[in-house]
C-alpha cells in the first residue's frame, strides 16, 4: 500500500490533471452537495482529495490510485453500504480515512484502508491570537444540539480583550433534509455567542470577503462544527491553515509516530499517512439497520444519522 501510494505522489499526477476528469458529470452528484460552500470547495493534491458520494459510477474509481477520502461519516457510511463490495472486487488501491471513521469499516476490505492526519507544527493558542474568527453553517446538521452549545462556546472566553472578533455564518437548510425546512437556528446560535462573548464588539463578514484574504497568521478560526457528520476534510480549514491561521480541528503539532508518509499541503501544515488500526468493525450494525430500511435513502434518514452520532460518541470515543 505504501509503495502505491508513493508511486501516486512522485508520479506528480493528481485528479485535476487526469484526462477523463473533465467527463464527470457533477449534475450527477447529490444535492446537498451544494449546499456544503464553502467547506465542500475543491482542492486537489497528488493523493485526490474528493467526496465519495462524487463517484456515482464505479469506473470513477479509474481516475486515481490513491483516494483522500472528505466525507464526513454520514455520507461515508452510506457509501460503504452502497459499494462495499464494489471496492473489494476493485484493483487495489488505498483509500484513506480519519483514523476515527475506521470502526465503520467491513472487516474484510480493511486491507484498502489507510489513515491520514494533518500536522501543523506552529499553532496559537486562542488567548494569544489578534484576531479570532468564529465560523459555522448554520445548519443543525453542522451545529448539532444547540441545548450543549454553550459549554462548547466556553473556550472563546480565552479570547484576549485586544483581539478583533469577525464572524462567519453562512446560512443553509436543513442540509440533509428533504423537506428543506426553515430554521430558527440563526437566531438561538447567535444569542449562545453573544452569550459566551458579552460585552465583545464583533464584525460579521460574508464568505466572498473572507476568502479574499492572503494573510492569516496570529488569526485563531473556531468551528462550531459539533462533529464530522458533514465533511471530515473542511476546505475552510484547508484554506485558513494554508495562510498561517490556527483552527480548532484537532490538527497534531508534531508528526504522527506511526506516520509512513507525508506530503506538504502548504507551507504551514502537512498531511500525513498513518495505517489503519486494530478496530472491531461496527458495519454489521450499520447493515441491519439498512436492511430494517431498504427503501430510505441513509443520507436522509434522522434515525440512521442518529445510530452513527450515537456510535461515535458513546462506542467509538469520536473526538470532537
Same mark, same amino acid.
Given at each position: 500500500?505504501?509503495?502505491?501510494?508513493?508511486?501516486?505522489?512522485?508520479?506528480?499526477?493528481?485528479?485535476?490533471?487526469?484526462?477523463?476528469?473533465?467527463?464527470?458529470?457533477?449534475?450527477?452528484?447529490?444535492?446537498?452537495?451544494?449546499?456544503?460552500?464553502?467547506?465542500?470547495?475543491?482542492?486537489?493534491?497528488?493523493?485526490?482529495?474528493?467526496?465519495?458520494?462524487?463517484?456515482?459510477?464505479?469506473?470513477?474509481?479509474?481516475?486515481?490510485?490513491?483516494?483522500?477520502?472528505?466525507?464526513?461519516?454520514?455520507?461515508?457510511?452510506?457509501?460503504?453500504?452502497?459499494?462495499?463490495?464494489?471496492?473489494?472486487?476493485?484493483?487495489?488501491?488505498?483509500?484513506?480515512?480519519?483514523?476515527?471513521?475506521?470502526?465503520?469499516?467491513?472487516?474484510?476490505?480493511?486491507?484498502?484502508?489507510?489513515?491520514?492526519?494533518?500536522?501543523?507544527?506552529?499553532?496559537?493558542?486562542?488567548?494569544?491570537?489578534?484576531?479570532?474568527?468564529?465560523?459555522?453553517?448554520?445548519?443543525?446538521?453542522?451545529?448539532?444540539?444547540?441545548?450543549?452549545?454553550?459549554?462548547?462556546?466556553?473556550?472563546?472566553?480565552?479570547?484576549?480583550?485586544?483581539?478583533?472578533?469577525?464572524?462567519?455564518?453562512?446560512?443553509?437548510?436543513?442540509?440533509?433534509?428533504?423537506?428543506?425546512?426553515?430554521?430558527?437556528?440563526?437566531?438561538?446560535?447567535?444569542?449562545?455567542?453573544?452569550?459566551?462573548?458579552?460585552?465583545?464588539?464583533?464584525?460579521?463578514? %460574508?464568505?466572498?470577503?473572507?476568502?479574499?484574504?492572503?494573510?492569516? *497568521?496570529?488569526?485563531?478560526?473556531? &468551528? +462550531? !462544527? $459539533? @462533529?464530522?457528520?458533514?465533511?471530515?476534510?473542511?476546505?475552510?480549514?484547508?484554506?485558513?491553515?494554508?495562510?498561517?491561521?490556527?483552527?480548532?480541528?484537532?490538527?497534531?503539532?508534531?508528526?504522527?509516530?506511526?506516520?509512513?508518509?507525508?506530503?506538504?499541503?502548504?507551507?504551514?501544515?502537512?498531511?500525513?499517512?498513518?495505517?489503519?488500526?486494530?478496530? %472491531?468493525?461496527?458495519?454489521?450494525?450499520?447493515?441491519?439497520?439498512? *436492511?430494517?430500511?431498504?427503501?430510505? &435513502? +441513509? !443520507? $436522509? @434518514?434522522?434515525?440512521?444519522?442518529?445510530?452513527?452520532?450515537?456510535?461515535?460518541?458513546?462506542?467509538?470515543?469520536?473526538?470532537?
Amino acid at each position: 500500500m505504501l509503495e502505491i501510494i508513493k508511486a501516486q505522489y512522485k508520479s506528480g499526477r493528481s485528479l485535476t490533471q487526469n484526462k477523463y476528469y473533465s467527463y464527470v458529470n457533477r449534475d450527477s452528484w447529490p444535492k446537498f452537495f451544494w449546499d456544503f460552500y464553502p467547506i465542500g470547495q475543491e482542492y486537489y493534491h497528488e493523493l485526490n482529495p474528493y467526496f465519495l458520494f462524487q463517484s456515482y459510477r464505479p469506473d470513477i474509481y479509474k481516475f486515481s490510485r490513491v483516494i483522500t477520502v472528505r466525507d464526513g461519516y454520514l455520507t461515508f457510511a452510506s457509501y460503504l453500504i452502497s459499494h462495499f463490495k464494489e471496492i473489494l472486487t476493485d484493483q487495489m488501491r488505498p483509500i484513506l480515512i480519519p483514523p476515527e471513521f475506521a470502526p465503520i469499516v467491513p472487516t474484510n476490505i480493511m486491507d484498502r484502508f489507510a489513515c491520514w492526519q494533518i500536522v501543523q507544527k506552529k499553532q496559537i493558542s486562542l488567548s494569544d491570537a489578534k484576531k479570532v474568527i468564529i465560523f459555522g453553517l448554520i445548519s443543525e446538521e453542522y451545529l448539532g444540539n444547540l441545548e450543549d452549545l454553550p459549554e462548547r462556546l466556553l473556550p472563546l472566553r480565552q479570547i484576549n480583550p485586544e483581539a478583533s472578533i469577525d464572524l462567519l455564518l453562512p446560512m443553509r437548510k436543513d442540509i440533509f433534509g428533504k423537506n428543506n425546512k426553515e430554521s430558527m437556528v440563526i437566531y438561538h446560535a447567535l444569542n449562545h455567542i453573544k452569550d459566551a462573548i458579552p460585552g465583545k464588539k464583533v464584525n460579521f463578514i %460574508k464568505v466572498e470577503n473572507f476568502l479574499e484574504l492572503s494573510n492569516l *497568521k496570529n488569526t485563531y478560526v473556531f &468551528d +462550531l !462544527n $459539533f @462533529d464530522k457528520m458533514v465533511v471530515s476534510d473542511n476546505y475552510l480549514h484547508y484554506f485558513s491553515q494554508s495562510r498561517g491561521a490556527t483552527v480548532n480541528n484537532g490538527s497534531l503539532l508534531h508528526s504522527p509516530k506511526d506516520s509512513m508518509f507525508h506530503l506538504d499541503l502548504s507551507i504551514f501544515h502537512e498531511l500525513h499517512i498513518t495505517p489503519f488500526p486494530q478496530v %472491531k468493525s461496527v458495519f454489521a450494525e450499520l447493515i441491519f439497520h439498512k *436492511k430494517t430500511n431498504p427503501h430510505v &435513502d +441513509l !443520507n $436522509f @434518514d434522522t434515525s440512521f444519522q442518529n445510530l452513527l452520532r450515537n456510535m461515535f460518541q458513546e462506542n467509538l470515543s469520536f473526538s470532537e
